[in-house]
């Protein structure tokens, strides 16, 4: 077994959590004997100029050589004990009953250790606070939701563990219950009420809005939220908020108007992730170090547990390394986005004498404990004046759903409040969203993040409005369209250019909804078995989490080699690539190698933060401002789909940097030009640069003279984002420049002097220190959102009389994705999320309670995601729309090609049975009974 070691250098290159000094290792370096270079280095080009011919990954993929971290075992880590031991997560599936204990009686060989609460508890393990509680259930309590973890079984040898596992499963005497108990109950995880009133348009201010007063909070009374009664216009925050809200209801009986009353329900879903959860840690007790391999999308965050977590242990308070092996995510949909379950392979490694221990979910545990998307129970009140047709107000009131564990719960619920706007102008607004515990599984950060659940009720509103008022639907919505420099229901500006109409306009002239009628009556007369519907939907998703520190670093070698190093995390998104190909505009070409999950380089930056940036005050804002190595956020998730802005931001400023005191430089020496002569001009052509009548130089030859010259050759980059981006000054090379950075760090050509190199660390970059920084207010925390995406869907179906199958004949989206970085991957992203839509709004579909996910019998046998056959797949149709703006931003859009696919269904199945249908999804048995009825 080969001892780990740490150098001086290798120290350096890791940051420091309590006192425990963490490090990250790709899969592809710690594994012997699996070498896996070429994930992370392609074999051959894989871009040709800016476009790419095909994934980074994708010869891998499609030859089946890619792989994760579930596919590694300890024999494949060089310095790791050879004798993998393997674990169970015995779960509880009474949450009405006392936890007794656990009977093995029926195995044939016990297992080598069994780890109960009171073991946890006797060495001080504690789950992390983000996961709450009760990590193990004790015993003679009762479970907080179903699922519940109750003990964790390790197994010395692989041929144990398997049978073992072949008696476990499924097997209802493996849990001892007692008497049965009332249901674990807490207060909400949270709730939310934004209300807003607005204001003179040509003053730009709302009369009340959190944005310009700010929130307000409930109490709880009966594990409800209560909030203040007392109305008064020139009280408190609170009774201004509630004298407005009570002002809305009121005006709301007002015969001129028209209200839209209802009730929605959506779901409980599983991801249904290509990889289930796996994780593979060993405490190395001798060297105080631990190592693991997880299969997590936010591998900053869990390391940063995983230390306070294991150094409050006895077993692991000594501890003085902490060693992860990140890899690719083989899918996330945000359902590995803090997930509890690494804990318990941590956990587990404390008690496994010295080996490493290894647990992994098959599909049947992976619907029993993994994260699922919150189902939500919408009631909504949407008044429309009848002459104007202009919406005057919207209530609305949601019951989120959040399980046994908190996670994401608060979030989600905010974010699917501040969603409900959708894509109107709505002057006058009451939204209510609150998350509740219950003995679901958890529900988390899943694809949709509470949008999915709550934007698709707003066009299905305003559709039922133009029915109802008889006026064209296209025409209900340009009336309440909202605008560029609109705001939204927080009272927040909207950034950017907003394209609605120009979307909507194209839609309406499209042959599938000019031809509506006539289709349904001739697909009709020749199918006289079939109903025939077409529906239309316009939603615009917010994107990003308000508060990111997106970093990267790109290198150029001596002989024009691009390696470019990114935070974000490959979970199928295609981040990788489109990164990849954003330093053609820098450097004529795309890179060559792109490594992801990185997390070591950015100690260059030397950056710490000290306060929840969510919470900070103006006045801390600014007084930490002064101190060049603060930042607000130091990191940024691979969520929210926060690569295609956020990522590039930091992407595109590490380029810049290089292009500009690095390859410029060059190509003035080459061409033999003064100094300060002016290459704005200057242009890539076919992989060379060019300016004038200068000859052509191709990346390779500036990039030989910038080495030869000890100019800037590499940097790495670090901004930050709260609805707004930073600026900052820095003064490199004897040039001040303002850039959208707030941290900088550079890395000098092999030619270097000697003052130059002996500036660099030993990370080999040279801090450069900004002059100032000025950072987004922190009053932008009120605006929740100011970044959306929109995208529509036009649908045809048909849909059985005698069964209720709903068939999709065609579908046509078109999306706004601001300058698109790779058009094939948005097309994918289309694609991917009309399969989801579809999914979501007839198919995919997990009980509550008892019959649900967490009592562990759920496989894909009984739950129905889209196949090929529930896809229109020679009939989807897409339009990417064009952008002129040269300072338009990319914009995240892997959920919004999602949602719209969802109420254009739900409308599409009323134009083909008049019957709306309030509850996801509409099965074939819904559907024919109501047919029938």
Not at 113 to 123: A, G, Q, R, T
Not at 191 to 203: F, L, M, P, Q, S
Not at 359 to 388: C, E, M, V, W
Not at 550 to 555: Q, Y
Request: hydrophobic letters at 35%; a neutral charge.
């Amino acid at each position: 077994m080969k001892k780990f070691t740490q150098s001086r250098r290798d120290f350096l290159k890791t940051m420091v959590i309590a006192g425990v000094s963490v490090s990250f290792a790709s899969l592809t370096r710690a594994a012997s004997g699996r070498e896996q270079n070429y994930l992370y280095k392609p074999t051959q080009p894989w871009a040709e100029g800016n476009q790419a011919k095909h994934r980074v990954d994708a010869i891998q993929k499609v030859t089946g050589q890619k792989v994760f971290a579930r596919d590694f075992r300890s024999k494949d880590f060089t310095h790791w004990p050879d004798n993998q031991w393997h674990g169970y997560i015995v779960c509880a599936t009474q949450a009405d009953h006392i936890f007794k204990d656990i009977n093995l009686s029926f195995l044939e060989k016990p297992p080598t250790k069994v780890i109960l609460s009171e073991d946890l508890i006797e060495n001080n393990i504690y789950l992390p606070e983000f996961h709450g509680e009760d990590m193990l259930l004790p015993k003679g309590k009762t479970a907080h939701f179903i699922g519940h973890p109750v003990a964790i079984l390790l197994f010395d040898q692989f041929d144990d563990f398997n049978a073992a596992k072949s008696r476990l499963d499924f097997n209802p005497n493996l849990v001892e219950y007692g008497d049965k108990t009332p249901l674990y109950e807490r207060n909400p995880y949270a709730a939310w009420r934004v209300i807003r009133i607005a204001g003179d348009k040509t003053e730009g201010v709302d009369t009340f809005s959190p944005f310009k007063d700010g929130l307000f909070f409930p109490a709880y009374q009966l594990r409800q939220p209560k909030w203040p009664t007392t109305k008064n216009v020139n009280g408190s925050l609170s009774e201004r908020g509630m004298f407005y809200a009570d002002k809305i209801i009121q005006d709301m009986s007002n015969p001129d108007l028209h209200v839209v009353d209802r009730h929605y329900q959506t779901q409980i879903v599983d991801p249904v992730m290509l990889e289930p959860e796996a994780a593979n840690i060993w405490y190395d007790d001798k060297e105080k170090t631990l190592h693991g391999a997880v299969t997590c999308q936010d591998p900053t965050d869990f390391t940063e547990m995983a230390v306070h977590m294991v150094k409050a242990s006895k077993q692991g308070k000594e501890t003085k390394n902490l060693v992860l092996y990140s890899g690719f995510v083989g899918g996330g949909f945000g359902a590995k986005d803090h997930s509890v379950f690494p804990f318990y392979a941590l956990a587990a490694s404390l008690f496994s004498d010295g080996n490493p221990i290894r647990i992994a979910n098959d599909r049947y545990q992976q619907f029993q404990s993994g994260l699922k998307r919150h189902p939500f129970k919408i009631h909504n009140q949407l008044a429309i004046n009848k002459k104007t047709l202009k919406i005057e107000s919207l209530t609305s009131k949601s019951e989120v759903d959040g399980g046994g564990r908190e996670n994401f719960s608060a979030s989600v619920a905010s974010a699917g409040m501040s969603a409900m706007q959708g894509i109107f102008n709505i002057p006058k607004s009451d939204l209510q969203a609150t998350a509740f515990q219950s003995r679901n599984v958890a529900s988390g950060s899943m694809r949709g993040y509470g949008s999915v659940q709550c934007m698709p009720v707003i066009d299905l509103m305003i559709t039922q409005a133009a029915a109802e008022l008889d006026v064209d639907p296209f025409e209900i919505r340009r009336k309440n369209l909202l605008k560029t420099n609109d705001l939204n229901t927080q009272g927040a500006k909207i950034d950017g250019e907003l394209r609605y109409l120009e979307i909507l306009d194209k839609a309406e002239k499209h042959p599938v909804w000019q031809q509506r009628f006539t289709n349904k009556k001739s697909y009709e007369a020749i199918n006289p078995d079939k109903l025939f519907g077409v529906g239309y939907s316009l939603l615009s998703k917010n994107y990003g989490t308000g508060n990111v520190g997106p970093n990267s670093a790109v290198n150029i070698t001596a002989d024009g080699e691009i390696i470019l190093e990114i935070e974000y995390m490959e979970m199928g998104s295609g981040a990788q690539t489109s990164q990849g190909l954003l330093t053609h505009d820098f450097f004529g070409q795309a890179a060559g190698e792109v490594k992801i999950a990185v997390t070591e380089t950015w100690k260059a930056l030397q950056l710490y933060e000290t306060d929840n940036p969510y919470i900070i005050s103006q006045e801390k804002q600014d007084e930490m401002s002064k101190d060049p190595l603060w930042t607000p956020v130091k990191h940024m998730a691979s969520s929210a789909s926060d690569s295609a802005t956020f990522q590039t931001e930091a992407t595109k400023g590490a380029c810049n940097i290089v292009y500009l005191y690095g390859i410029l430089p060059a190509a003035r020496l080459l061409w033999k030009l003064k100094t300060n002569a002016d290459l704005s001009n200057a242009k890539w052509r076919d992989g060379k640069l060019t300016f004038e009548d200068n000859k052509p130089l191709s990346l390779a030859i500036l990039a030989k003279k910038a080495h030869d010259q000890g100019l800037i050759t590499g940097s790495v980059a670090h901004t930050v984002n709260r609805w707004s981006w930073t600026e900052a000054e820095f003064e490199i090379e004897g040039d001040k420049r303002i850039h959208s950075l707030d941290a900088l760090a550079v890395r000098y050509g092999n030619g270097a002097t000697a003052s130059k190199k002996q500036s660099m660390d030993n990370l080999g970059y040279h801090l450069i220190k900004r002059n100032w920084v000025k950072y987004p207010s922190t009053s932008y925390n009120n605006a929740m959102v100011t970044y959306y995406a929109p995208c529509d869907c036009l649908i045809e179906l048909a849909i059985s009389k005698h069964t209720g199958k709903v068939e999709i004949l065609s579908s046509h989206s078109v999306l706004d994705a601001g300058p698109v970085i790779s058009q094939p991957i948005v097309e994918g992203q289309i694609q991917g999320g009309l399969v989801m839509g579809l999914g979501h709004v007839l198919h995919e579909y997990l009980p509550s309670f008892e019959e649900g996910a967490g009592n562990g019998t759920w496989n894909l046998n009984r739950y129905h995601v889209p196949m090929a056959r529930d896809v229109n797949v020679w009939t989807m149709t897409s339009e990417i729309l064009p952008t002129s703006d040269k300072t338009a931003r990319p914009k995240g859009i892997a959920e919004v090609v999602m949602m719209p696919v969802i109420s254009a269904v739900q409308d599409a199945i009323f134009h083909a049975t008049r019957q709306r249908f309030d509850q996801t999804p509409i099965t074939a048995e819904q559907i024919k009974k109501r047919l029938n009825g």
